[in-house]
Protein backbone atom coordinates (compact mmCIF):
# COMPACT_ATOMS: atom_id res chain seq x y z
CA UNK A 1 0.00 0.00 0.00
CA UNK A 2 2.82 2.38 0.68
CA UNK A 3 4.52 1.30 -2.38
CA UNK A 4 0.86 2.61 -4.16
CA UNK A 5 0.22 6.11 -2.75
CA UNK A 6 4.00 7.03 -3.22
CA UNK A 7 3.99 6.19 -7.40
CA UNK A 8 0.35 7.62 -6.86
CA UNK A 9 2.04 11.17 -5.35
CA UNK A 10 4.55 10.70 -7.38
CA UNK A 11 2.45 10.73 -10.74
CA UNK A 12 0.62 13.39 -9.50
CA UNK A 13 3.48 15.84 -8.75
CA UNK A 14 4.98 14.93 -12.24
CA UNK A 15 1.36 15.73 -13.85
CA UNK A 16 1.12 19.19 -11.49
CA UNK A 17 4.30 20.42 -12.27
CA UNK A 18 5.22 19.63 -16.26
CA UNK A 19 1.35 20.00 -17.27
CA UNK A 20 -0.83 21.21 -15.39
CA UNK A 21 1.05 24.63 -14.40
CA UNK A 22 2.45 24.94 -17.80
CA UNK A 23 -1.36 24.71 -19.61
CA UNK A 24 -2.28 27.22 -17.34
CA UNK A 25 0.48 29.67 -17.75
CA UNK A 26 0.08 28.99 -21.61
CA UNK A 27 -3.54 29.62 -20.90
CA UNK A 28 -3.10 32.82 -18.91
CA UNK A 29 -5.39 31.30 -16.40
CA UNK A 30 -3.15 30.69 -13.27
CA UNK A 31 -4.27 34.11 -11.80
CA UNK A 32 -7.73 32.90 -12.28
CA UNK A 33 -7.53 29.57 -11.02
CA UNK A 34 -7.61 29.79 -6.92
CA UNK A 35 -6.81 25.69 -6.56
CA UNK A 36 -3.00 24.18 -6.69
CA UNK A 37 -1.93 22.60 -9.33
CA UNK A 38 -1.77 19.40 -7.50
CA UNK A 39 -5.44 19.10 -7.01
CA UNK A 40 -6.29 19.68 -10.76
CA UNK A 41 -3.87 16.86 -11.60
CA UNK A 42 -5.82 14.82 -9.08
CA UNK A 43 -8.51 15.46 -10.81
CA UNK A 44 -7.64 14.86 -14.11
CA UNK A 45 -5.87 11.38 -12.82
CA UNK A 46 -9.19 9.90 -11.17
CA UNK A 47 -11.11 10.95 -14.95
CA UNK A 48 -8.38 9.25 -16.44
CA UNK A 49 -9.25 6.03 -13.96
CA UNK A 50 -13.00 6.53 -14.31
CA UNK A 51 -12.63 6.55 -18.16
CA UNK A 52 -10.32 3.72 -18.43
CA UNK A 53 -13.02 1.34 -15.90
CA UNK A 54 -16.00 2.49 -18.20
CA UNK A 55 -13.91 1.91 -21.58
CA UNK A 56 -11.98 -1.47 -19.81
CA UNK A 57 -14.69 -3.38 -17.87
CA UNK A 58 -18.36 -1.45 -18.08
CA UNK A 59 -18.03 -1.96 -22.38
CA UNK A 60 -16.71 -5.46 -22.56
CA UNK A 61 -19.35 -6.44 -19.80
CA UNK A 62 -22.28 -4.79 -21.94
CA UNK A 63 -20.70 -7.48 -24.49
CA UNK A 64 -20.80 -10.76 -22.46
CA UNK A 65 -24.40 -9.82 -20.10
CA UNK A 66 -26.26 -7.31 -22.56
CA UNK A 67 -29.66 -6.15 -21.29
CA UNK A 68 -30.71 -5.59 -24.96
CA UNK A 69 -28.81 -6.62 -28.57
CA UNK A 70 -28.21 -4.28 -30.94
CA UNK A 71 -27.05 -4.93 -34.74
CA UNK A 72 -24.84 -2.16 -33.92
CA UNK A 73 -23.59 0.70 -31.65
CA UNK A 74 -23.17 3.46 -33.59
CA UNK A 75 -26.18 4.94 -31.88
CA UNK A 76 -23.65 5.49 -28.96
CA UNK A 77 -21.16 7.51 -30.55
CA UNK A 78 -22.18 10.29 -29.41
CA UNK A 79 -22.50 9.71 -25.99
CA UNK A 80 -18.79 8.77 -25.50
CA UNK A 81 -18.04 12.61 -26.85
CA UNK A 82 -20.56 13.89 -24.37
CA UNK A 83 -18.50 11.84 -21.88
CA UNK A 84 -15.05 12.70 -22.61
CA UNK A 85 -16.07 16.52 -22.92
CA UNK A 86 -17.46 16.60 -20.03
CA UNK A 87 -15.05 14.87 -17.51
CA UNK A 88 -12.37 16.11 -19.23
CA UNK A 89 -13.28 19.96 -20.23
CA UNK A 90 -16.42 21.26 -19.14
CA UNK A 91 -16.50 19.97 -15.19
CA UNK A 92 -12.73 21.10 -14.61
CA UNK A 93 -13.52 24.19 -16.10
CA UNK A 94 -16.62 25.03 -13.90
CA UNK A 95 -15.47 23.58 -10.93
CA UNK A 96 -11.95 25.13 -11.04
CA UNK A 97 -12.78 28.92 -12.90
CA UNK A 98 -16.83 29.12 -12.51
CA UNK A 99 -17.40 27.64 -8.80
CA UNK A 100 -14.68 29.73 -6.33
CA UNK A 101 -15.77 33.37 -7.38
CA UNK A 102 -19.60 32.07 -6.47
CA UNK A 103 -18.36 30.21 -3.30
CA UNK A 104 -16.83 33.75 -1.79
CA UNK A 105 -19.56 35.21 -0.98
CA UNK A 106 -21.02 32.71 1.14
CA UNK A 107 -17.80 31.80 2.44
CA UNK A 108 -17.06 28.75 0.67
CA UNK A 109 -13.81 29.14 -0.82
CA UNK A 110 -10.90 27.33 0.12
CA UNK A 111 -10.83 24.28 1.72
CA UNK A 112 -12.82 24.55 4.86
CA UNK A 113 -16.26 23.87 5.96
CA UNK A 114 -17.44 27.51 6.59
CA UNK A 115 -21.02 27.44 4.50
CA UNK A 116 -23.86 29.17 6.12
CA UNK A 117 -25.21 25.72 7.51
CA UNK A 118 -22.41 23.78 7.79
CA UNK A 119 -22.95 20.32 9.00
CA UNK A 120 -19.82 20.34 10.96
CA UNK A 121 -20.92 23.37 12.63
CA UNK A 122 -24.57 21.38 13.49
CA UNK A 123 -22.48 18.65 14.09
CA UNK A 124 -18.93 18.83 15.37
CA UNK A 125 -18.23 15.30 15.60
CA UNK A 126 -18.77 14.72 11.96
CA UNK A 127 -15.16 16.51 12.42
CA UNK A 128 -13.73 13.51 13.59
CA UNK A 129 -15.07 10.69 11.61
CA UNK A 130 -14.25 12.09 7.66
CA UNK A 131 -15.79 8.66 6.22
CA UNK A 132 -19.21 9.02 8.12
CA UNK A 133 -18.80 12.98 7.04
CA UNK A 134 -18.66 12.01 3.59
CA UNK A 135 -21.41 9.64 3.23
CA UNK A 136 -23.70 11.99 5.25
CA UNK A 137 -22.33 14.39 2.20
CA UNK A 138 -23.15 11.97 -0.30
CA UNK A 139 -26.79 10.99 1.01
CA UNK A 140 -27.33 14.68 0.84
CA UNK A 141 -25.84 15.38 -2.40
CA UNK A 142 -28.05 12.39 -3.95
CA UNK A 143 -30.92 13.61 -2.31
CA UNK A 144 -30.68 16.90 -3.81
CA UNK A 145 -30.25 15.58 -7.00
CA UNK A 146 -33.70 13.61 -6.81
CA UNK A 147 -35.22 16.57 -6.07
CA UNK A 148 -33.71 18.14 -9.39
CA UNK A 149 -34.21 15.13 -11.47
CA UNK A 150 -38.27 15.14 -10.40
CA UNK A 151 -38.82 18.75 -11.56
CA UNK A 152 -37.29 17.48 -14.73
CA UNK A 153 -39.90 15.74 -15.73
CA UNK A 154 -42.58 17.91 -14.46
CA UNK A 155 -41.52 21.25 -15.51
CA UNK A 156 -42.08 21.47 -19.35
CA UNK A 157 -39.59 23.70 -20.55
CA UNK A 158 -37.01 21.89 -18.24
CA UNK A 159 -38.80 18.34 -19.51
CA UNK A 160 -37.36 19.96 -22.98
CA UNK A 161 -33.71 19.73 -21.75
CA UNK A 162 -34.03 16.46 -20.11
CA UNK A 163 -35.46 14.98 -22.76
CA UNK A 164 -32.31 14.70 -24.37
CA UNK A 165 -31.05 12.12 -22.28
CA UNK A 166 -33.91 9.92 -22.57
CA UNK A 167 -33.63 10.49 -26.26
CA UNK A 168 -31.40 7.75 -26.64
CA UNK A 169 -32.52 4.23 -27.94
CA UNK A 170 -29.43 2.29 -26.94
CA UNK A 171 -28.82 3.02 -23.24
CA UNK A 172 -25.35 2.10 -22.57
CA UNK A 173 -22.36 2.83 -20.69
CA UNK A 174 -21.13 6.16 -21.90
CA UNK A 175 -25.26 7.47 -21.83
CA UNK A 176 -24.53 9.31 -18.30
CA UNK A 177 -23.52 12.20 -19.70
CA UNK A 178 -25.72 12.90 -22.71
CA UNK A 179 -27.25 16.06 -21.52
CA UNK A 180 -27.75 19.57 -22.91
CA UNK A 181 -25.30 22.20 -21.70
CA UNK A 182 -27.86 24.42 -19.97
CA UNK A 183 -29.67 21.40 -18.46
CA UNK A 184 -26.19 20.70 -16.85
CA UNK A 185 -25.49 24.14 -15.89
CA UNK A 186 -28.93 23.99 -13.93
CA UNK A 187 -27.80 21.18 -12.30
CA UNK A 188 -24.38 21.69 -11.43
CA UNK A 189 -25.48 25.83 -10.13
CA UNK A 190 -27.89 24.41 -7.98
CA UNK A 191 -25.99 20.96 -6.28
CA UNK A 192 -22.66 23.52 -5.95
CA UNK A 193 -24.76 26.37 -4.15
CA UNK A 194 -25.95 23.60 -1.67
CA UNK A 195 -22.76 22.00 -1.12
CA UNK A 196 -21.43 25.04 -0.37
CA UNK A 197 -23.75 25.88 1.78
CA UNK A 198 -23.74 22.82 3.85
CA UNK A 199 -19.85 23.56 4.15
CA UNK A 200 -18.58 21.08 1.23
CA UNK A 201 -15.13 21.25 0.60
CA UNK A 202 -14.11 21.86 -3.07
CA UNK A 203 -11.87 18.58 -2.51
CA UNK A 204 -14.76 16.48 -1.06
CA UNK A 205 -16.87 18.14 -3.80
CA UNK A 206 -14.70 16.67 -6.38
CA UNK A 207 -15.02 13.40 -5.34
CA UNK A 208 -18.79 13.25 -4.49
CA UNK A 209 -19.08 14.30 -8.44
CA UNK A 210 -16.48 11.83 -10.14
CA UNK A 211 -17.39 9.21 -7.54
CA UNK A 212 -21.28 9.58 -8.39
CA UNK A 213 -20.32 9.56 -12.13
CA UNK A 214 -18.87 5.73 -11.79
CA UNK A 215 -21.64 4.84 -10.19
CA UNK A 216 -24.02 6.31 -12.84
CA UNK A 217 -21.94 5.33 -15.31
CA UNK A 218 -22.61 1.72 -14.31
CA UNK A 219 -26.22 2.23 -13.86
CA UNK A 220 -26.67 3.07 -17.73
CA UNK A 221 -24.83 0.15 -18.87
CA UNK A 222 -26.55 -1.83 -20.89
CA UNK A 223 -25.99 -5.21 -18.55
CA UNK A 224 -27.98 -7.43 -17.44
CA UNK A 225 -27.38 -6.96 -13.99
CA UNK A 226 -29.00 -6.94 -10.39
CA UNK A 227 -27.11 -6.43 -6.89
CA UNK A 228 -29.96 -8.79 -5.40
CA UNK A 229 -32.83 -8.90 -3.13
CA UNK A 230 -30.90 -7.25 -0.53
CA UNK A 231 -28.17 -4.84 -2.06
CA UNK A 232 -30.43 -3.29 -4.75
CA UNK A 233 -32.34 -1.44 -1.83
CA UNK A 234 -29.09 0.53 -1.00
CA UNK A 235 -27.52 1.12 -4.60
CA UNK A 236 -29.27 1.53 -7.60
CA UNK A 237 -28.09 -1.00 -10.43
CA UNK A 238 -28.50 -1.30 -13.70
CA UNK A 239 -31.65 -2.88 -13.97
CA UNK A 240 -33.07 -0.39 -11.94
CA UNK A 241 -32.40 2.75 -13.46
CA UNK A 242 -33.01 1.27 -16.73
CA UNK A 243 -36.74 1.14 -15.70
CA UNK A 244 -36.57 4.45 -15.38
CA UNK A 245 -35.88 5.11 -18.93
CA UNK A 246 -38.13 2.60 -20.39
CA UNK A 247 -40.91 3.71 -22.97
CA UNK A 248 -44.28 4.23 -21.88
CA UNK A 249 -46.70 1.24 -21.20
CA UNK A 250 -50.06 2.30 -22.71
CA UNK A 251 -51.45 -0.42 -20.34
CA UNK A 252 -50.33 1.18 -17.26
CA UNK A 253 -49.17 5.11 -18.01
CA UNK A 254 -47.74 5.88 -14.95
CA UNK A 255 -45.30 2.72 -14.50
CA UNK A 256 -42.30 4.64 -15.79
CA UNK A 257 -42.44 7.16 -13.35
CA UNK A 258 -39.85 5.88 -11.18
CA UNK A 259 -36.79 5.22 -10.10
CA UNK A 260 -35.21 8.96 -9.95
CA UNK A 261 -32.66 8.47 -7.08
CA UNK A 262 -28.99 8.27 -8.66
CA UNK A 263 -26.82 6.41 -5.86
CA UNK A 264 -29.63 5.45 -2.86
CA UNK A 265 -32.86 3.85 -3.79
CA UNK A 266 -33.63 4.84 -0.64
CA UNK A 267 -35.40 8.46 -1.87
CA UNK A 268 -37.20 6.39 -4.23
CA UNK A 269 -38.84 4.49 -1.55
CA UNK A 270 -39.69 7.26 0.61
CA UNK A 271 -41.37 9.50 -2.04
CA UNK A 272 -43.08 6.45 -3.26
CA UNK A 273 -41.31 6.58 -6.90
CA UNK A 274 -39.36 2.88 -6.55
CA UNK A 275 -40.10 0.09 -9.06
CA UNK A 276 -38.50 -3.10 -8.38
CA UNK A 277 -40.41 -6.15 -9.60
CA UNK A 278 -40.45 -5.41 -13.41
CA UNK A 279 -38.76 -7.08 -16.63
CA UNK A 280 -36.56 -5.08 -18.45
CA UNK A 281 -38.30 -3.12 -21.54
CA UNK A 282 -36.73 -1.23 -25.01
CA UNK A 283 -35.50 2.55 -23.50
CA UNK A 284 -35.72 5.50 -25.56
CA UNK A 285 -39.28 7.98 -26.39
CA UNK A 286 -41.68 8.02 -28.99
CA UNK A 287 -42.34 11.96 -29.15
CA UNK A 288 -40.99 12.59 -32.56
CA UNK A 289 -40.27 16.16 -31.58
CA UNK A 290 -37.79 14.62 -28.90
CA UNK A 291 -36.70 11.10 -31.12
CA UNK A 292 -35.17 13.43 -33.93
CA UNK A 293 -32.90 14.31 -31.76
CA UNK A 294 -31.11 10.95 -32.56
CA UNK A 295 -30.78 12.32 -36.34
CA UNK A 296 -28.04 15.03 -34.99
CA UNK A 297 -24.41 14.76 -33.91
CA UNK A 298 -23.49 16.71 -30.57
CA UNK A 299 -23.22 20.45 -31.72
CA UNK A 300 -26.90 19.86 -33.44
CA UNK A 301 -28.36 18.15 -30.72
CA UNK A 302 -27.56 21.28 -28.85
CA UNK A 303 -28.49 23.52 -31.14
CA UNK A 304 -32.48 21.51 -31.95
CA UNK A 305 -32.72 20.73 -28.19
CA UNK A 306 -31.93 24.90 -27.37
CA UNK A 307 -35.48 25.60 -29.76
CA UNK A 308 -37.32 22.87 -28.35
CA UNK A 309 -36.62 24.67 -24.75
CA UNK A 310 -37.30 27.94 -25.91
CA UNK A 311 -40.25 26.99 -27.68
CA UNK A 312 -41.83 25.70 -24.15
CA UNK A 313 -40.01 28.92 -22.06
CA UNK A 314 -41.17 31.42 -23.66
CA UNK A 315 -44.98 30.04 -23.32
CA UNK A 316 -47.16 30.06 -20.45
CA UNK A 317 -47.92 26.20 -20.79
CA UNK A 318 -43.40 25.75 -20.24
CA UNK A 319 -44.28 26.68 -16.80
CA UNK A 320 -47.66 24.42 -15.54
CA UNK A 321 -45.97 21.15 -14.02
CA UNK A 322 -47.49 18.28 -15.78
CA UNK A 323 -47.34 15.71 -18.47
CA UNK A 324 -46.85 17.19 -22.51
CA UNK A 325 -45.90 16.73 -25.71
CA UNK A 326 -44.03 19.12 -28.24
CA UNK A 327 -45.81 19.94 -31.44
CA UNK A 328 -44.35 20.88 -34.49
CA UNK A 329 -43.69 24.32 -32.85
CA UNK A 330 -41.72 22.77 -30.03
CA UNK A 331 -45.24 24.04 -27.63
CA UNK A 332 -46.39 22.35 -24.77
CA UNK A 333 -49.31 20.24 -25.66
CA UNK A 334 -51.31 18.72 -22.71
CA UNK A 335 -54.70 17.32 -24.50
CA UNK A 336 -55.22 15.76 -27.99
CA UNK A 337 -56.98 12.72 -29.24
CA UNK A 338 -54.58 9.57 -28.57
CA UNK A 339 -56.80 7.09 -30.07
CA UNK A 340 -56.37 9.38 -33.61
CA UNK A 341 -52.55 9.92 -33.27
CA UNK A 342 -52.26 6.26 -32.55
CA UNK A 343 -54.12 5.39 -35.15
CA UNK A 344 -52.69 7.93 -38.00
CA UNK A 345 -49.26 7.78 -36.44
CA UNK A 346 -48.49 11.24 -37.27
CA UNK A 347 -47.62 14.11 -34.26
CA UNK A 348 -49.67 17.06 -33.62
CA UNK A 349 -49.38 20.49 -35.86
CA UNK A 350 -49.29 23.24 -34.57
CA UNK A 351 -52.97 23.80 -35.70
CA UNK A 352 -53.92 20.40 -34.64
CA UNK A 353 -52.32 21.27 -30.88
CA UNK A 354 -54.96 24.46 -30.64
CA UNK A 355 -57.84 23.14 -32.19
CA UNK A 356 -58.01 20.58 -29.15
CA UNK A 357 -57.88 22.98 -26.31
CA UNK A 358 -54.91 21.14 -25.00
CA UNK A 359 -52.72 24.75 -24.70
CA UNK A 360 -55.36 26.41 -23.28
CA UNK A 361 -56.92 23.65 -20.94
CA UNK A 362 -55.56 23.44 -17.13
CA UNK A 363 -53.87 20.30 -16.24
CA UNK A 364 -56.49 18.99 -13.82
CA UNK A 365 -59.05 18.96 -16.59
CA UNK A 366 -57.10 16.95 -19.16
CA UNK A 367 -56.16 14.38 -16.26
CA UNK A 368 -59.76 14.43 -15.54
CA UNK A 369 -60.67 14.26 -19.37
CA UNK A 370 -58.90 11.46 -20.08
CA UNK A 371 -59.45 9.17 -17.07
CA UNK A 372 -63.44 9.34 -17.72
CA UNK A 373 -62.85 8.46 -21.31
CA UNK A 374 -60.72 5.70 -20.32
CA UNK A 375 -57.87 7.05 -22.10
CA UNK A 376 -54.00 6.69 -21.35
CA UNK A 377 -52.47 9.82 -20.73
CA UNK A 378 -49.49 8.18 -22.85
CA UNK A 379 -49.55 7.38 -27.01
CA UNK A 380 -47.67 5.73 -29.65
CA UNK A 381 -45.46 8.39 -32.21
CA UNK A 382 -43.12 7.38 -34.86
CA UNK A 383 -39.88 7.30 -34.21
CA UNK A 384 -39.07 10.96 -36.30
CA UNK A 385 -40.55 14.42 -36.91
CA UNK A 386 -40.66 14.41 -40.72
CA UNK A 387 -43.65 15.81 -42.66
CA UNK A 388 -47.11 14.23 -42.37
CA UNK A 389 -46.07 11.72 -45.72
CA UNK A 390 -42.76 10.93 -44.67
CA UNK A 391 -43.79 9.48 -41.42
CA UNK A 392 -46.23 7.37 -43.14
CA UNK A 393 -43.95 5.68 -44.90
CA UNK A 394 -41.63 5.55 -42.03
CA UNK A 395 -44.31 3.93 -40.06
CA UNK A 396 -45.46 1.93 -42.83
CA UNK A 397 -42.11 0.53 -42.89
CA UNK A 398 -41.13 -0.05 -38.99
CA UNK A 399 -44.03 -2.08 -38.92
CA UNK A 400 -41.94 -5.78 -39.91
CA UNK A 401 -38.83 -4.67 -37.70
CA UNK A 402 -38.03 -6.68 -34.58
CA UNK A 403 -35.99 -5.83 -31.51
CA UNK A 404 -34.14 -8.70 -29.76
CA UNK A 405 -33.53 -8.06 -26.07
CA UNK A 406 -31.52 -10.43 -23.82
CA UNK A 407 -31.20 -12.76 -26.10
CA UNK A 408 -34.58 -13.37 -27.70
CA UNK A 409 -36.49 -11.08 -30.28
CA UNK A 410 -39.49 -9.02 -29.55
CA UNK A 411 -41.59 -7.56 -32.35
CA UNK A 412 -42.58 -3.75 -30.91
CA UNK A 413 -45.53 -1.90 -32.39
CA UNK A 414 -45.26 0.25 -35.36
CA UNK A 415 -44.72 3.29 -33.43
CA UNK A 416 -42.47 3.39 -30.38
CA UNK A 417 -44.34 4.88 -26.94
CA UNK A 418 -43.43 8.11 -26.00
CA UNK A 419 -41.36 8.57 -22.80
CA UNK A 420 -43.47 11.18 -21.29
CA UNK A 421 -44.04 11.67 -17.81
CA UNK A 422 -47.69 11.51 -15.81
CA UNK A 423 -49.25 14.87 -14.95
CA UNK A 424 -49.35 15.51 -10.89
CA UNK A 425 -52.75 15.45 -10.68
CA UNK A 426 -52.09 11.80 -12.45
CA UNK A 427 -49.90 10.91 -9.74
CA UNK A 428 -52.38 11.91 -6.84
CA UNK A 429 -55.15 10.13 -8.44
CA UNK A 430 -53.32 7.06 -9.19
CA UNK A 431 -50.55 5.11 -6.78
CA UNK A 432 -47.38 4.27 -8.16
CA UNK A 433 -47.41 0.69 -8.66
CA UNK A 434 -44.62 -1.24 -6.79
Known amino acids: MHAILAL ?30 HEIAQ ?8 VTIIAGVFRPLEGLWPAERWADRRATAVDRAYTLLKLFGVLPLFTYLALPPLARPIGG ?25 FLVYYAFYDLVYYAIHRLQHTIPWWWALHSLHHSQRQLGCWSNDR ?48 FGPVLDKLLVDPHYHRLHHMRVDPDRPGLHHCNFAFIFPVWDILFGTALFVEPLRP ?30 FRRRAGWRPGDVAFDERYMPVREFDLHRLEASQIPLTHAEGRATGAVAQPESSVSSCAS ?63
Open 283 to 312: TGVGDPMVDADNRHGLVGQQLYVLRRFWGA
Open 109 to 133: AGDNTGGVLSLQGLLPWLGWHPVLL
Open 43 to 50: YFLLTAMQ
Open 372 to 434: RAGVPTSVQWPRCSEPASAQRAIAASSSGRSLKRGGFASTPAASPTVSRQPSSSSRRNTPMPL
Open 179 to 226: DHYLDDLLEALIVAAVALLVGVSPTDYVLLVLSGELLQNLDHANLRLR
Open 8 to 37: WSAVVNWLALRVVEPVLAALHLSRLVADPP
